[in-house]
């Protein structure tokens, strides 16, 4: 589970899918379901990510949110020392479901769908 106090914090204010999109691309992509969300390619890059806020609503106890995530997925050779085949980047885009705790800022992710 992550924790996205500063989104939490921003919540209702004009600067929330700002806070929201900084605070989740400060984060390690492997704390996010990036990996699961691939679509074309075998492994995710180490490159940085991208997140685009498609929308959020809030009840009495949570913040829901809808992101698009943008990354690199690796597509690789066997990893032998004599294989040639060099590594392929694709771009892969998967979307993901954050609910935020209102009081926490604990919040769990599921991964909605991918696209290829």
């Known amino acids: 589970m992550i924790h ?3 989104a939490r914090d921003a ?3 004009p600067g929330f899918n700002q806070t929201l999109k900084a605070e989740l691309e400060a ?4 704390r996010l379901p990036l990996q699961q969300g691939l679509s074309q390619s075998s492994m995710v ?3 940085p990510f991208s997140v ?3 929308g959020s609503e809030a009840d009495a106890a949570v913040i829901h949110c809808r992101v698009s995530v943008i990354y690199a997925g690796i597509v690789a050779g066997c990893s032998c020392a004599d ?3 060099p590594l392929d980047r694709l771009t892969e885009c998967c979307e993901l479901l954050l609910e935020i705790d209102r009081i926490s ?3 769990k992710v599921a991964l909605l769908e991918t696209k290829s």
């Open 4 to 6: 996205l106090p500063k």
């Open 11 to 13: 919540w209702s204010s």
């Open 27 to 30: 984060l390690e992509a492997d």
């Open 45 to 47: 890059s180490p490159e």
């Open 52 to 54: 685009i806020v498609v």
């Open 83 to 85: 294989d040639p085949t």
């Open 105 to 107: 800022a604990a919040t």
